[in-house]
C-alpha cells in the first residue's frame, strides 16, 4: 500500500483538542508499524516537512517554556516525491482541470502538491482536510486516517 500522508494528518496528532486528534494519532501509529514490516510506504511532497515543522514551533512557542512534544513525524519513513521538471506539472494540471468537466479545478497550490504526489505514485492522499476530500476518484483516490487500509 502507498499514502501521500497530508500535513492536516501529523498537525492534529500534536493537537489533543483538534478534530480528528485520535484519528490522526492512531493513523500514524498504525503507518509505522505497517512500513517497518514492508506492508506500506508512506509519501509526500517535500512541503510536508515544511508545514509540520512550523506547527511543531508554533506549538512550543504557545506552551512558553512547557517541555516539546516529540515530532509528528518522528520514527516514520516518509519517501519525498517531487516534480522532476515542470512538464510533469503542467501535464497534471491539465488532466485535473479536465477531470473536473467545469467544477473549480484548482485547489489551493499546497493542496495540489499533495494531489500531484498521490497521482505520480499512485497512491492514496491520507487527509482530515476537507478541501481535499472533496477530490476522491478525480486523479487519486483521498481517503481520512480512520478510513486509511494499511495492510
Not at 509505522?32 to 508545514?51: C, D, K, Q, T, Y
Not at 482536510?129 to 495492510?151: M, S
Amino acid at each position: 500500500m502507498r499514502f501521500v500522508l497530508d500535513s492536516s494528518v501529523a498537525i492534529a496528532s500534536m493537537k489533543p483538542a483538534e478534530p480528528g486528534h485520535a484519528d490522526a494519532l492512531a493513523f500514524l501509529e498504525r503507518a509505522r508499524a505497517a512500513v517497518a514490516a514492508g506492508a506500506a510506504r508512506v509519501l509526500a511532497p517535500p512541503e510536508l516537512w515544511l508545514e509540520v515543522y512550523v506547527a511543531e514551533q508554533r506549538l512550543a512557542a504557545s506552551r512558553r517554556g512547557a517541555p516539546a512534544t516529540a515530532s509528528a513525524l518522528g520514527g516514520l519513513a516518509v519517501e519525498l516525491v517531487a516534480p522532476a521538471d515542470e512538464g510533469a506539472v503542467v501535464e497534471f494540471l491539465a488532466l485535473l482541470t479536465k477531470r473536473m468537466r467545469g467544477r473549480r479545478p484548482f485547489a489551493n497550490a499546497t493542496d495540489l502538491v499533495y494531489l500531484w504526489a498521490a497521482h505520480r505514485t499512485d497512491a492514496t492522499v491520507v487527509t482530515l482536510d476537507e478541501g481535499l476530500l472533496k477530490y476522491h476518484g478525480v486523479v487519486c483516490d483521498v481517503t481520512r486516517p480512520q478510513h486509511a487500509r494499511l495492510a
